[in-house]
């Protein structure tokens, strides 16, 4: 592979593991309901699950299909508790407060963003979900410093594959004109961005052990840097 003229990267499940963070965060904040209400944690689990999944198919492909608040929103509607919006404000917090004590950097993160910013290839984060959620997720991962700016599928309308995430950057962000790689944990949402907007596409490899690695994104960058 050719040096890349930027890098385009996803971040949840490339950057960090998400499916710890997930679980840990669901699990705080199902207790906390358990608790306020008195109810059994299995029922709890059951009525989340079930409104998760009607926002998700309400709402499609649009950013907010990944809203917390929406989600903890709607368990508390189907538990008869529609006017408790405090505390569905207050479960979004603390799934998030969780999820983001829980994140670590996926091995090669910090080699692959300190070779990139050596060999001057800018490095754009392209993913679905909310602005602020995906920004403290950035800010957590205290990356801020070695990428040359965001695109979340909130300012896209819909998420990867649909989104305009490349017309963006383009227009916002000075995204170079040339080939470039993208990075990413999905074949559908990384891969079918990396089609459309005429760009190599590198898988990493939470399919084979569950735990994503740039590790071999980075050995691969170091070579194309070194055949010039
Ligand atoms: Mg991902």
Same mark, same amino acid.
């Given at each position: ?29 199902? +207790? ?8 059994? !944690? ?16 309400? +709402? ?28 569905? +404000? ?59 700016? !965001? ?78």
């Amino acid at each position: 592979m050719t040096r890349p003229a930027f890098i385009a990267l996803d971040l949840d499940d490339t950057m960090y593991g998400y499916a710890t963070c997930h679980a840990a965060a669901t699990e705080a904040a199902e +207790l906390a309901m358990a608790d306020r209400y008195s109810l059994q !944690l299995e029922t709890i689990k059951e009525v989340f699950a079930k409104s998760r999944l009607a926002t998700k198919k309400r +709402l499609g492909s649009a950013a907010a299909s990944h809203s917390r608040l929406l989600y903890f929103k709607l368990t508390l509607e189907n538990l008869g508790l529609a006017n408790h919006l405090d505390f569905a +404000l207050q479960l979004e917090a603390t799934y998030w407060g969780t999820f983001i004590r829980k994140m670590v950097r996926a091995p090669g993160l910090t080699e692959l963003l300190e070779l990139c910013r050596q060999e001057a290839i800018p490095v754009f984060v392209m993913t679905d979900l909310t602005a602020q959620i995906q920004i403290r997720k950035l800010s957590r991962l205290q990356v801020l410093d070695h990428i040359s700016g !965001l695109v979340t599928s909130e300012e896209v309308l819909e998420d990867k594959p649909a989104g305009d995430f490349f017309g963006y950057a383009r227009e916002h962000l000075g995204l170079p004109d040339g080939r470039g790689w993208v990075i990413g944990d999905d074949v559908a949402k990384d891969g079918g961005l990396a089609q459309s907007s005429g760009n190599d596409f590198l898988l990493v490899g939470k399919q084979l052990d569950r735990s994503p690695s740039l590790i071999a994104v980075h050995k691969k960058l170091v070579a194309a840097c070194t055949i010039r």
